[in-house]
């Protein structure tokens, strides 16, 4: 049974950052293609970061450059890294697993506002 843990979301001002973390079980992370997503209301969830099981990193072309998806094996978890938070970032984040077929966390609030 795959489970997906998100913690680290909240509130945080224009210009700060914040680090999203991603607690698995019952996959493996460093085999698995791994991502976050974001979602506001009214909107269909997006893709945020990904990486996959060789390692190489994608990412939306609105956080380039500000977000970092890492894999930490040892832990078996997955984070994102995000600086220069803008208040479009504020939304639901959630961990993606693609393992047969999605798998999701309960998803954590990010709220960028001064």
């Known amino acids: 049974q795959v489970q997906l843990v998100e913690s680290g979301g909240g509130l945080v001002q224009p210009g700060g950052s914040l680090r999203l973390s991603c607690a698995a079980s019952g996959i493996i992370v460093s085999i698995v293609p791994m991502g976050w997503y974001r979602q506001v209301p009214g909107k269909e969830r997006e893709l945020v970061a990904a990486?996959?099981?060789?390692?190489?990193?994608n990412y939306a072309d609105s956080v380039k450059g500000r977000f970092t998806i890492s894999r930490d094996n040892a832990k078996n978890t997955v984070s994102l890294q995000m600086n220069s938070l803008k208040p479009e970032d504020t939304a639901v984040y959630y961990c993606?697993?693609?393992?047969?077929?999605?798998?999701w966390g309960q998803g954590t609030q990010v709220t960028v506002s001064s």
């Open positions: 993606n697993a693609n393992l047969y077929r999605n798998h």
């Open positions: 990486v996959n099981s060789g390692g190489s990193t």
